[in-house]
């Protein structure tokens, strides 16, 4: 069972960054593809981005490319989402997950955190 923690959100103006964190139990973490959504009540969970076990390998859904980074730090179990140039439209909550394989579908990974909130103010 993988324990996983996000932190960072909050509330931010139009163009602002905020960095989210996500912290992971379980040792074996750097096993585990992660992955960024997020969830709105109008559009549903959405992808946001995908990293790699060992982080070599990274894919964005195209409105965050160029503003979003997703790394992960194996040795402290935490993998993070950097987010710059925010907009309105990146609203939401912000859940990290973990599972055997990268894609881009919820269904597909095993494990999620509580989720935190970004608010982006125009």
Known sequence: ??????????????GGSLRLSC??????FRS??????????EKGREFV????????RTYYRESVKGRFTISRD???NTMYLQMNSLKPEDTAVYYCAAGPSGTTTPVT??????????????
């Open 1 to 14: 069972q993988v324990r996983l923690a996000e932190s960072g959100g909050g509330l931010v103006q139009a």
């Open 23 to 28: 912290a992971a139990s379980e040792r074996t």
């Open 32 to 41: 585990y593809t992660m992955g960024w959504f997020r969830q709105t009540p």
């Open 49 to 56: 981005a995908v990293i790699s076990g060992n982080g070599e």
């Open 74 to 76: 194996n040795a402290k």
């Open 109 to 122: 990974y095993d494990y999620w955190g509580q989720g935190t909130q970004v608010t982006v103010s125009s």
